[in-house]
């Protein structure tokens, strides 16, 4: 799965500041185009950074028709799909229509707070049910459940799973990961600030929430990771120090709708139980994008 190496985009879903919060199609369209021009490798659709709790099935169904029929073979796509019920799960993937779509990125359950083997159990079930290659999600934050190397490196042996978002924070266990992981296992950073890190002892890249706003910037930062040149690469990943922490400060994805809003390529707008970024925040972040 070389087509997900380099820089890949959870991207938003963009709403209308209407009372509905009615989902932009056309800002979709305008969203995808903004990304393919500027550098980003591939596209993840419907991850958790698009607000996926807060969607309907309609919702989904046609935000997934309109990213495949909109990219038209331009770039690969991953679909976000998980949850904490595993039979739930696999019916859903029964029913759900991936044809144009190269992978399935499914966060480890939520809530539950699944042993080791439960996590296991859960991707082995989804893994054989899926269609199309599946990436894990690690991102102990949201889930309150890590995933430990040992258990990573057990599913990585499935042969439908290829690979793993890892936003634990925890580099000792990725560099675990990395030094006894399948030479095909994709390691991909899910935490922005760690890319170049993660490409530094193997990592393929990353799927990002900055690279919404920034994709050239973030595209060439992890380009020149990827290439070996580090003192680039580390530059690039300065710039971004200051922003970075401004994306979360009110919830992702408030942030880096609040900085695509500045930049005229969709609303600030979100769906409850977020709120669309304070003034504060959105001052904040409109100096930093004058700034650069």
């Given at each position: 799965?070389?087509?997900?190496?380099g820089?890949?985009?959870?991207?938003?879903?963009?709403?209308?500041?209407?009372?509905?919060?009615?989902?932009?199609?056309?800002?979709?369209?305008?969203?995808?185009d903004?990304?393919?021009?500027?550098g980003?490798?591939?596209?993840v659709?419907?991850?958790?950074?698009?607000?996926?709790?807060?969607?309907?099935?309609?919702?989904?169904?046609?935000?997934?028709r309109?990213?495949?029929?909109?990219?038209?073979?331009?770039?690969?796509?991953?679909?976000?799909?998980?949850?904490?019920?595993?039979?739930?799960?696999?019916?859903?993937?029964?029913?759900?229509?991936?044809?144009?779509?190269?992978?399935?990125?499914?966060?480890?359950?939520?809530?539950?707070?699944?042993?080791?083997?439960?996590?296991?159990a859960?991707?082995?079930?989804?893994?054989?049910?899926?269609?199309?290659?599946?990436?894990?999600?690690?991102?102990?934050?949201?889930?309150?459940?890590?995933?430990?190397?040992?258990?990573?490196?057990?599913?990585?042996?499935?042969?439908?799973?290829?690979?793993?978002?890892?936003?634990?924070?925890n580099?000792?266990?990725c560099?675990a990961i990395?030094a006894?992981?399948?030479?095909?296992?994709?390691?991909?950073?899910?935490?922005?600030?760690?890319?170049?890190?993660?490409?530094?002892?193997?990592?393929?890249?990353?799927?990002?929430?900055?690279?919404?706003?920034?994709?050239?910037?973030?595209?060439?930062?992890?380009?020149?990771?990827?290439?070996?040149?580090?003192?680039?690469?580390?530059?690039?990943l300065?710039g971004?120090?200051?922003?970075?922490?401004?994306?979360?400060?009110?919830?992702?994805?408030v942030?880096?709708?609040?900085?695509?809003?500045?930049?005229?390529?969709?609303?600030d707008?979100?769906?409850?139980?977020?709120?669309?970024?304070?003034?504060?925040?959105?001052?904040r972040?409109?100096?930093?994008?004058?700034?650069?």
């Amino acid at each position: 799965m070389d087509k997900l190496r380099g820089t890949g985009v959870a991207l938003v879903t963009p709403f209308l500041p209407s009372p509905d919060r009615a989902v932009d199609y056309p800002a979709l369209r305008r969203l995808i185009d903004f990304q393919l021009e500027n550098g980003t490798d591939y596209l993840v659709i419907n991850g958790t950074t698009a607000e996926s709790p807060t969607l309907t099935v309609e919702e989904r169904t046609e935000i997934r028709r309109v990213a495949r029929e909109h990219t038209a073979g331009r770039t690969p796509l991953v679909y976000g799909l998980g949850g904490n019920d595993t039979a739930a799960l696999v019916r859903t993937l029964e029913t759900t229509d991936l044809s144009g779509y190269d992978a399935l990125l499914s966060a480890s359950p939520y809530y539950n707070k699944p042993s080791q083997r439960g996590i296991i159990a859960h991707y082995q079930c989804l893994a054989d049910a899926s269609p199309v290659p599946v990436l894990l999600y690690n991102v102990p934050g949201r889930t309150s459940s890590n995933l430990l190397a040992a258990t990573t490196l057990e599913l990585a042996q499935h042969p439908n799973i290829i690979g793993i978002k890892e936003a634990s924070g925890n580099l000792e266990q990725c560099i675990a990961i990395a030094a006894q992981k399948p030479d095909d296992f994709l390691l991909v950073s899910g935490d922005d600030m760690m890319t170049t890190a993660l490409i530094s002892f193997g990592g393929a890249g990353i799927i990002s929430v900055l690279a919404n706003a920034f994709p050239q910037r973030f595209s060439a930062m992890t380009r020149a990771a990827l290439n070996g040149d580090f003192a680039k690469a580390s530059q690039l990943l300065f710039g971004f120090t200051q922003l970075n922490p401004l994306m979360y400060e009110e919830s992702n994805p408030v942030g880096v709708k609040a900085a695509l809003a500045a930049q005229g390529l969709c609303a600030d707008a979100v769906r409850l139980p977020l709120l669309q970024a304070s003034e504060g925040l959105t001052g904040r972040i409109k100096s930093l994008i004058t700034a650069a």
